[in-house]
């Protein structure tokens, strides 16, 4: 059983469009990030959520929404892609908020062009 | 602000060699610290971590790494590499205090083991 799952794994589509990624843990956690990792394999953090609370908006576009419907999901849409989000996203979950130790997805290689 | 310096992008190394992987960080309050291994297409494992105690700690696959905080350093070491340790090496840490438990990560580092 997977600890936290990201759908889709790979992402191919056309600037403009918009689109979602899901997540899902079962790990009973409180807390589920979103981490973008570029081309220069750079890993920053987007989002963090506890107990579908937003904790954690790093300066990220409008453009980007997450939606929390529950603590075991955490889910990414995207409007208006751009180029520049060609990037894999990272979906994470810790226990609590203080991060001892964070599980994270495969991960989603989103390229647009 | 917290920041992570991996001090080498590459490192490669022959089987059966020691190797170390260098980590520095900066931070005006106590850290949590944290080695991630990614193989290729895949996500990120948790090596070992730093919490508090013993400042040297040993992790999965015969990592260890060792606490400085003089030196503000957690290097990873291992005394004998194999072909399977070629990966990525990310160094990260969190403030136990912000409760938004985000992780920042170094540059990492991509060892390469040959035969």
């Known amino acids: 059983d997977t600890a936290v799952s990201q759908t889709p794994k790979y992402l191919v589509t056309q600037m403009g469009n918009d689109k979602s990624i899901k997540c899902e843990q079962n790990?009973?956690?409180?807390?589920m990030y979103w981490y973008k990792q570029d081309s220069k394999k750079f890993l920053k953090i987007m989002f963090s959520?506890?107990?579908?609370?937003?904790?954690i908006n790093e300066t990220v576009p409008n453009r980007f929404s997450p939606k929390s419907p529950d603590k075991a999901h955490l889910n990414l849409h995207i409007n208006s892609l751009e180029l520049g989000d060609s990037a894999v996203y990272f979906c994470?979950?810790?226990?609590?908020?203080?991060?001892?130790?964070?599980?994270f997805g495969q991960g989603t290689r989103l390229t647009v062009v | 602000a917290q920041s992570v310096t991996q001090l080498d992008s590459q490192v490669p190394v022959f089987e059966e060699a020691p190797v170390e992987l260098r980590c520095n960080y900066s931070s005006s309050v106590s850290v949590y610290l944290f080695w991630y291994v990614q193989y290729p297409n895949q996500g990120l494992q948790l090596l070992l971590k730093?919490?508090?105690?013993?400042?040297l700690v040993k992790g999965i696959n015969g990592f260890e790494a060792e606490f400085n905080k003089s030196q503000t350093s957690f290097h990873l070491r291992k005394p004998s590499v194999h072909i399977s340790d070629t990966a990525e090496y990310f160094c990260a840490v969190s403030d136990p205090y912000n409760q938004g438990g985000k992780l920042i990560f170094g540059q990492g580092t991509e060892l390469s083991v040959k035969p």
């Open positions: 994470a979950s810790s226990q609590k908020r203080v991060n001892t130790e964070a599980f």
């Open positions: 959520y506890n107990n579908k609370e937003l904790i």
């Open positions: 790990l009973g956690h409180d807390t």
């Open positions: 730093y919490l508090s105690g013993s400042t």
